[in-house]
């Protein structure tokens, strides 16, 4: 118990510190992180550029304050519809099973094996190119299959358990069940899928930007400037290391969090 | 990531044009040497124990048909550069030497050439006279709709006697010339596609999908042969990965390198600086408000600082340019047009209140996302764009969509690309703009620019072409047809003890001339 | 034999659906086949012969039923871009993703498996482990393989990044150059089933009947492989199973970072190109591994559940 609230506490500091500043990147960076010359090209970090400068000269600390906060809405929003969907339609055929099963999996096995920049490019000729919500809707559907997949199984196997099984007989409506009884039940492989998937999620939108939807610059996003920061590997390094230390940390404190959450309510250690 | 990375630099670079003055009723002489030549050193040789081959790293893939009549990327033309020649072909110089002719006169109208004796195709066969023209009229042919080098259309006849070809024009034309860099190829064979023959220093071994393809010296060559062996082409696309290769001796030499990539590079290589040859511009859509104003257009030529583009996305390297012609064009390039837009922000505020927009607008600047030089510039443009009160936005798009939204359906705002020619000749890169061209996708329309471009094609002689291509020049300017910036500096990382990079005023790598210092 | 042919019509379903998908995405985004191919050297003329001879002005329904006409008769075309049979062109890069992805494979089930039972039963430093469990959740392949080839390849010069040896020549340079893009694609995977397993061992050891046994005199250890690990795992197969789909899809992004030239590399740089025969026959080979995938996870889950028996026994 100690210890899960150690990680609950840890979680907590941690993700909201970020949470903060991650708020204050909105309004408010050491410099504008588009201006140009900020100061030299290159320059390692210091007192002036924490995280030194990049090839405009431009700050990156401010530039990693904006693109987190990018990032982190538009993983987040991915990853909420990727949940939701997915935890729907693997709730479903979990526990209904049966030919709504079959099919909704045959679906799920065809959508996990079509390459998402072809859905992303799809998604871009519908509603137009250079929308934010472009990224987050296509990457979404992206990230359906993977969470059905997962919950399908946490809710076939809690299917048949005895307190579900009693608490159909007594008439309890199964969008109750599902939701009040099974759905904290699978958290534990849920959890874990979530965290993954965030990081998925960071990258993903990275390799969408080079499609033309997601953020494109001067804008930045974390996954852009690390790709970016690829490119500079022996001239900035530290280009790299901050954008790529930032989207660890990102993942590690919500995932320290998850953990936190999960052990209190399970009390387990 | 960055796929097809040149494409958008370079349209089809094919031909060079008579730069210097080698127009109409010259004679040109068989070089005593062959194109290898320039240096009369001893045998080049690697280190010892080392195969004299070299890795090439090359940041695109030949991903279409190898059939040099066919295949449109700069990229693919470039190393295929190696493999293929014409009646002629260019030199560093600029000029046309003959090739697989030995010597040719023209009168403007008339061209007459000589097929060089024992020039040998890759599989073995001498080339013949049948080779040859029917190389050209597979060229010429308009039955789909149009040629597939559309100045070849002007042949009237083809004459052949014996080794003479004579080919008459229906009207003069001086840069017919550069037509015939076309390469030659064996009329009856069925495999260019996949397997290419031609009769250049270095023959075709093989292509592996984006991974390599594979060079070696042809035996054979009728002139200078090559100094390597075996040339292999490693294809790798991202960033790091090509700085990483160069690092770790995977890869000799590596073209097309950015200032900072160039820069990342230790004590192991020697950076060489040519030019890339193209017009890079914020080209803009004449249809679409508000650039249909000619206020507003010159409002952003004042707008935009070009040397704080070049100082800051390009560590000060890159030529300026004022309108649609490249430095290496020696005597079309009119350098005085690249001072006729100094940045001031007053005039462009100015200009802008003028038009109608006291407060600037908002637009949107689409750019290919597989070319980082352009975002880059991009970049710079919207911060510069921002002290005018115009409020830019970049929209990256994939090639793919780039090729058919801009491009060919001409459905954007603004856009950061690099255009050259098609084949190396001023028209070339000024047809475009011309009201009915199929490609003038800025949708410029200006009676007194077609004026020009008609009178310059139709010119008598060289000098009252030049005056009329450089009127073209100038009108393209004077009206701010698009926001010209630069012509990129062609950055080129030699391994140390490799030495023989010579540079053209076309997109070509020419490795023939390359070798280990002894 | 009833459960076989179900299993057999329902692959085909799948792989029916995935393949038009395709075609139809592929008629739904801009820029065909036909401006990928003439670049900026297209014209409105060149433009609409070549869609002529290429059979792209005709309607989408006759197209794929051609496509699909060629596929069952085992013709897969010609690959628009380096107009090469797409068989010939895709022959040697199935192989090295094939190889590649069980490299991932065995890597992840080899570590992540042990440790994750090994981890299960142990309570020492267990805040410290499940720290650096999240840790290694959280690190991106991306930023892992820049790390590797940066360190291995650069540094110790272990392999050369970006040049992949032909495995045919060097096998083991090959291996070697494999392995540490599985490496790369493995590390987060390999938290996760860790943290998965420990979870689920968990929980079953805390479970009843584990208790009864247990007090019955049954070792810890024999009870912990003979019921526990049978209840703990079908998740974690399901799971692994669904590794394998998106370590496919992972390679795409490894297969750039390391230069390596297979399927995932080819996929992106065709879509780019419009060359559809190339994009549908990587979809469907991918919809086969992704679906045989899910097939042999079910059966093993079966295997050690039968509640799980196609069709449920609700």
């Avoid at chain 1, 991915?78 to 693997?90: Q, Y």
């Avoid at chain 2, 890339?276 to 104003?293: G, I, S």
Wanted: charged share 15%; glycine share 10%.
């Amino acid at each position: 118990m100690k210890r899960g609230n150690g990680f609950l506490a840890a979680g907590l500091a941690l993700t909201g510190l970020l949470a903060a500043l991650v708020l204050l990147g909105f309004f408010w960076t050491p410099c504008d992180p588009s201006a140009m010359a900020a100061g030299p090209k290159f320059a390692p970090p210091s007192l002036a550029h924490w995280m030194g400068t990049d090839n405009f000269g431009r700050d990156i600390f401010s530039r990693v304050l904006q693109g987190a906060g990018a990032t982190a809405s538009i993983a987040l929003a991915t990853l909420a519809i990727g949940a939701v969907g997915g935890c729907l339609a693997g709730a479903l055929t979990g526990y209904f099973g049966g030919p709504v099963d079959e099919v909704l999996m045959r679906l799920n096995d065809a959508l996990t094996a079509f390459p998402s920049i072809l859905l992303a490019l799809v998604v871009i000729s519908l509603l137009g190119p250079g929308k934010k919500s472009n990224v987050i809707l296509a990457l979404g559907l992206v990230f359906i299959p993977s969470f059905a997949r997962v919950s399908r199984t946490a809710f076939t196997s809690l299917r048949d358990v005895n307190y579900i099984q009693s608490a159909r007989l007594m008439g309890a409506p199964g969008g109750r069940i599902l939701a009040l009884h099974m759905l904290p039940n699978t958290l534990a492989v849920l959890l874990p899928a979530l965290t993954i998937g965030f990081n998925n999620a960071v990258l993903a939108e990275a390799s969408m930007s080079f499609l033309g939807i997601g953020v494109t610059p001067p804008d930045a996003s974390l996954g852009y400037m690390l790709s970016e920061a690829q490119g500079m590997l022996f001239a900035a390094p530290w280009y790299a290391a901050g954008t790529g230390l930032a989207i660890v940390l990102m993942v590690f404190s919500v995932g320290l969090l998850g953990e936190g959450l999960r052990r209190r309510d399970k009390g387990v250690l | 990531m960055k796929r097809k990375l040149l494409e958008v630099l370079l349209l089809l670079g094919l031909l060079c044009a008579v730069l210097c003055g080698c127009g109409g009723g010259s004679t040109a002489k068989t070089p005593e040497e062959g194109p290898a030549s320039g240096s009369s050193e001893p045998e080049a040789q690697p280190p010892a124990g080392q195969p004299n081959e070299i890795t090439v790293g090359i940041a695109q893939d030949l991903d279409e048909s190898l059939d040099p009549h066919l295949a449109v990327a700069a990229g693919t033309k470039e190393v295929m550069f190696n493999v293929f020649e014409g009646l002629v072909k260019p030199t560093p110089e600029g000029d046309l030497v003959p090739a697989v002719a030995s010597s040719f006169t023209s009168d403007g109208t008339t061209y007459t050439f000589t097929l060089r004796e024992g020039v040998k195709f890759h599989n073995g066969q001498a080339v013949e006279m049948e080779d040859v023209v029917a190389s050209i009229e597979r060229n010429a042919d308009d039955s789909q709709g149009e040629a597939l080098i559309p100045a070849l259309a002007a042949i009237e006849r083809m004459e052949v006697e014996g080794n003479q070809l004579a080919i008459t024009l229906a009207q003069p034309d001086n840069e017919f010339l550069a037509s015939l860099t076309l390469a030659i190829l064996p009329r009856d064979y069925g495999q260019q596609d996949t397997a290419p023959v031609g009769t250049g220093p270095f023959r075709f071994v093989s292509r592996t999908a984006q991974d390599s393809i594979v060079l070696e010296r042809f035996e054979d060559y009728w002139g200078e042969p090559a100094y390597l062996d075996k040339v292999t082409f490693k294809i790798i696309e991202n960033a790091d990965s090509i700085l990483m290769s160069l690092q770790s001796g995977a890869v000799d030499l590596f073209a097309h390198l950015t200032s900072t990539q160039a820069a990342q590079l230790g004590e192991d290589f020697n950076i060489e600086e040519g030019t890339m040859n193209l017009v890079q511009a914020m080209y803009l859509n004449h249809a679409e408000k508000p650039f249909d104003d000619v206020r507003v257009r010159q409002a952003l030529c004042y707008a935009i600082d070009r040397q704080q583009i070049l100082d800051l996305a390009f560590d000060g390297y890159g030529s300026l340019i004022g309108s649609s012609m490249y430095p290496a064009f020696g005597k079309y390039f009119d350098e005085e047009l690249t001072r006729y837009y100094t940045h001031d922000v007053e005039k462009a505020k100015a200009l802008l209140a003028d038009a109608g927009y006291p407060g600037g607008f908002s637009m949107a600047i689409t750019v290919p996302s597989n070319y980082q030089p352009h975002i880059d510039t991009a970049q710079v443009i919207v911060e510069q764009l921002k002290q005018v009160g115009i409020t830019a936005e970049i929209q990256l798009v994939e090639w793919g969509s780039w090729l058919s939204d801009v491009y060919a359906g001409r459905q954007y705002q603004a856009t950061v690309v690099g255009v050259d020619a098609s084949t190396m000749t001023a028209r070339a890169l000024l047809e475009r703009f011309t009201s009915t061209a199929g490609n003038n996708f800025i949708n410029y329309n200006n009676a007194e620019y077609d004026a020009f471009f008609q009178e310059a094609i139709t010119a008598a002689d060289d000098a009252a072409q030049t005056a009329a291509y450089k009127q073209a020049e100038a009108n393209l300017t004077e009206n701010a047809a698009n926001v010209y910036i630069q012509d990129l500096a062609d950055l080129v990382a030699v391994r140390k003890g490799l030495e023989g990079v010579r540079f053209y005023p076309i997109y070509v790598l020419d490795l023939s001339g390359v070798r280990y210092t002894a | 034999m009833k459960d076989l042919l179900k299993r057999v019509l329902a692959l085909l379903a799948t792989m029916l659906a995935v393949s038009f998908l395709t075609f139809a995405a592929f008629s739904l985004i801009s820029g065909d086949t036909a401006t990928a191919m003439l670049g900026t050297s297209a014209t409105p003329e060149r433009l609409a012969a070549l869609r002529a001879e290429l059979g792209l002005d005709r309607p989408l329904a006759v197209r794929y039923g051609k496509w699909l006409l060629g596929f069952f008769t085992g013709d897969l075309g010609v690959s628009t871009s380096y107009q090469q049979p797409v068989r010939e062109l895709l022959a040697p890069k199935v192989g090295l993703t094939l190889w590649l992805s069980l490299m991932s494979f065995v890597l992840i089930t080899a570590v992540s498996i042990p440790l994750g039972v090994w981890s299960a039963g142990r309570r020492r430093f267990e805040g410290a482990r499940t720290a650096l469990n999240q840790l290694g959740m959280a690190v991106p392949p991306f930023f892992t393989g820049i790390l590797l080839s940066w360190v291995f390849g650069v540094g110790l010069k272990w392999f050369m990044p970006g040049q992949f040896p032909d495995a045919g020549q060097d096998f083991a340079g090959a291996a070697v150059y494999l392995f540490f893009a599985a490496a790369a694609l493995s590390i987060p995977r390999i938290a996760m089933t860790v943290r998965m397993l420990r979870s689920t061992v968990q929980e079953e050891l805390g479970k009843d009947y584990v208790r009864t046994a247990i007090s019955r005199g049954n070792g810890r250890r024999a009870v912990l492989r003979r019921h526990v690990l049978k209840n703990a795992l079908p998740p974690v197969v399901t799971f692994l199973a669904q590794t394998m789909a998106e370590i496919v899809a992972g390679s795409i992004v490894v297969e750039q970072v390391f230069v390596i030239p297979g399927l995932g590399r080819m996929l992106v740089a065709s879509i780019a190109n419009r060359d559809y025969p190339v994009v549908q026959a990587i979809v469907v080979i991918l919809a086969l591994w992704v679906v045989l995938a899910g097939t042999a996870a079910d059966l093993i889950n079966q295997r050690i559940d039968p509640r799980l028996r196609l069709g449920g026994a609700a």
